[in-house]
């Protein structure tokens, strides 16, 4: 059996009747590996880390997560999958605002994902630098802070992958640099494999591997260059 | 409980389910009232059935009432329905928790209405013997038993109301439900249109067929002439607002940017506000109804009805539509409650308070004319069949100054559960909101 984290073949996602947002995307993503996907706005990258990550299904394709076909697995048992494998961390709107710090990163367990003990979530909160503040509710937290406690959240459960939509866009650039640190840290020392879109060159430059995009079509595929480098190779793509 | 952590979430929102709960507690009152006053009456067989035909109506409104105010409280949060699926929640555990959430808030509603349900019964049993409708020997006899069915049918409204909201936001892909919740999409339907279009025509055939009906059994249809119209008026909500806004966008133009911005909201919100048109057209349809039938009877021969009898048919009508106002007020105040962070944005883009609430004050014009236009028409097709039948005119009669007093009273309602809340919560300063 076959346990590439993320493996895409032909994939298309197509919004009502209109223009293909994604087309014939195809990728697999090994473990250990961090990969950007990059490209304008509007090219699909949200699209596309949503149906890899399940969030979404596909107009035409196959997707496989952490070993399983999800092209056309039920909901209930995709929602699973995904709790028990996947981690997320959104841009913005990651939380549950009501709900304090510790309640917030228990979330995928609370819903009968993998048990967290105590001491797991307070060496998590101590990792992304929020010890000591598991019971502050989250309205409270600056939005770096916030940020953190989502990606706290999708580290929690030891995911095999983790998706990430622009998780710095709303951050200034030395609170993104930590959290993508934080991201950075869990693939080398756990072996994770993150996915993370971004049309930020200096958030990109974290990564292993860029993933470029261009009007649904993927267009580029190639080792991640420095800084600079990504802004020619953005320039040119778009 | 295997719920737990989704319905915590839920109602941590806490204010959401302030409507649906008091909507819950009135239709408990109403209940209680009506069906201990029915037991008391028992040696008065021709009122005891008048009471049972109330008890009845209150009823089917308790369905209809809690099941739209609980929908509207539910939908208020598919935002963090969508973030929950997300993060892992099955389908199955979101409809678990809704449930259990809407359970939850029916159960301690429903005792306090049941036991206020009793004084307020008691207090109409004394004024039924007064009048001389029941019989001077009536004792008062509260029936514990009766806490059984009451709760009963609120917990199962409640649930059913609920659940139909949690529908779309418990089974939709987390992506698109996302996408739904952050750009409140008005969602209209194909099955939405047909069953709106259903109802309507099925109230207006039912009215037409039931004008040649004996006096008592058309009273009786015509609630469910009432019912289908105001619940097809309320799937065709979003269409019918989005139209009236098509319609009134010259005249909310002269007001200037503050008209234009509340005509787009409307557009926007015009899904959640379609739950409220509900409980308002049929709050005001039916008083329509009633004193059109005896100012119309009155106008045409000149005879007024038997005081006494009079007097019960408008007690119980202002019952009714007091209860149906209590669900419009609530209905609407949950979406603006929803809607808080939308406001203090407006605050941080530039709007004094003054400006957003003159913004809400013109939405809620744009929700009374809709509302009155909509209660006119259903009145009417209730009604012309039915003085046509009994008193050969097409053109029922409304003293204009009822009429007047029936505009405002429903411009005050729309008030209540649009420019209050809204009043109260930009009362402390936006950015403390937006988070
Ligand atoms: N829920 C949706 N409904 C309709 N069209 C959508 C939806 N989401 C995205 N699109 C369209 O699909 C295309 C790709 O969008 P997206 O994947 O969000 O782009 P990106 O993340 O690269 O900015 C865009 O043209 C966008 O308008
Ligand atoms: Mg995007």
Redesign the interface.
Same mark, same amino acid.
């Given at each position: 059996m076959d346990d590439t984290p993320v493996v895409a073949d032909g994939l298309g996602r197509r919004y009502g009747s209109r223009l293909w947002a994604l087309r014939e995307v195809s990728l697999a993503v090994p473990a250990g590996q961090f990969v950007a996907v990059m490209g304008a706005t509007g090219s699909g990258k949200s699209t596309l880390l949503h149906c890899l990550a399940g969030l979404d299904r596909p107009t035409a394709g196959r997707v496989r997560l952490a070993g399983r076909d999800i092209t056309r697995l039920r909901e209930a048992a995709l929602t699973r999958l995904r709790r028990d494998r996947a981690g997320f961390v959104f841009q913005s709107y990651n939380l549950l605002s009501t709900l304090t710090v510790a309640r917030n990163v228990l979330l995928p367990a609370r819903l009968g994902g993998p048990r967290v003990g105590p001491a797991a979530l307070a060496a998590m909160l101590d990792a992304v630098g929020l010890g000591g503040l598991g019971d502050r509710p989250v309205g409270e937290l600056s939005g770096g802070q916030r940020q953190r406690v989502a990606v706290a959240r999708a580290l929690i459960t030891r995911p095999a992958v983790v998706f990430a939509d622009e998780p710095t866009g709303a951050l200034d650039p030395a609170t993104g640099g930590q959290v993508l640190r934080l991201l950075r840290a869990a693939v080398e020392r756990d072996g994770m494999t993150v996915v993370m879109v971004s049309h930020d060159p200096l958030a990109a430059a974290h990564s292993d591997r860029l993933l470029l995009l261009r009007e649904g079509r993927l267009v580029g595929d190639t080792r991640t260059p420095d800084a600079s480098s990504i802004s020619a190779l953005l320039a040119v793509a778009a | 409980m295997r719920a +737990?952590?989704?319905a915590? !979430?839920l109602r !941590?929102?806490r204010w959401a389910f302030v409507g649906p709960a008091s909507t819950q507690l009135v239709a408990a009152v109403v209940l209680s009232a009506t069906l201990t006053v029915q037991v008391s009456v028992d040696g008065a067989p021709e009122l005891s059935e008048m009471l049972t035909a109330f008890a009845l109506i209150a009823v089917y409104l308790t369905i209809l009432l809690v099941g739209v105010t609980m929908n509207a409280a539910i939908a208020q949060q598919a #935002?963090?329905v969508a $973030? $929950? =699926? *997300?993060? +892992? *929640?099955?389908? +199955? #555990?979101i409809r678990r928790a809704v449930a259990v959430e809407a359970a939850v808030v029916a159960v301690p509603a429903g005792i306090a209405g049941y036991l206020l349900g009793l004084l307020a019964g008691w207090a109409w049993l004394g004024t039924l013997v007064d009048h001389g409708l029941a019989p001077a020997g009536a004792r008062f006899t509260p029936e514990p038993l009766l806490l059984a069915p009451i709760l009963g049918i609120l917990v199962v409204t409640s649930t059913v109301g609920a659940l139909i909201a949690a529908v779309r936001p418990a =089974?939709a #892909?987390? !992506?698109?439900a996302?996408a739904d919740a !952050?750009t409140r999409r008005p969602r209209f339907t194909a099955v939405r249109l047909g069953l709106g279009l259903l109802l309507v025509a099925g109230g207006v055939t039912l009215s037409v067929s039931i004008a040649d009906l004996a006096a008592d059994a058309a009273d009786d249809a015509a609630l469910f002439v009432m019912l289908a119209l105001c619940v097809g008026v309320g799937l065709l909500g979003p269409f019918v607002l989005r139209s009236a806004i098509a319609v009134g966008r010259p005249l909310l133009a002269l007001a200037g940017g503050t008209g234009r911005l509340a005509a787009d909201n409307v557009a926007v919100l015009s899904r959640a506000l379609s739950g409220a048109l509900v409980p308002l057209v049929l709050a005001v349809a039916f008083a329509a109804v009633k004193v059109a039938v005896h100012s119309t009877t009155t106008h045409v021969t000149g005879r007024t009805g038997p005081a006494a009898e009079a007097w019960l048919d408008y007690s119980g009508t202002a019952v009714y539509c007091l209860f149906a106002a209590v669900a419009a007020v609530n209905t609407l105040a949950t979406v603006v409650v929803g809607r808080r962070r939308d406001l203090a944005l407006l605050g941080l883009a530039g709007a004094t308070r003054g400006r957003v609430l003159a913004v809400v004050v013109c939405e809620a014009g744009i929700v009374t004319v809709t509302g009155l236009v909509l209660a006119a028409g259903v009145a009417g097709v209730t009604l012309v069949p039915m003085v046509h039948t009994a008193l050969g005119t097409w053109t029922p009669y409304v003293p204009p100054s009822t009429l007047a007093a029936g505009v405002l009273a429903t411009a005050a309602v729309v008030a209540a559960g649009t420019v209050l809340p809204a009043a109260l919560l930009t009362r402390r300063p936006p950015i403390g909101q937006v +988070?």
């Open positions: - | +737990g952590i989704a915590q !979430a !941590a929102h #935002r963090d $973030l $929950l =699926r *997300a993060v +892992g *929640a099955t389908p +199955g #555990r =089974r #892909r987390p !992506a698109i996302l !952050a +988070g």
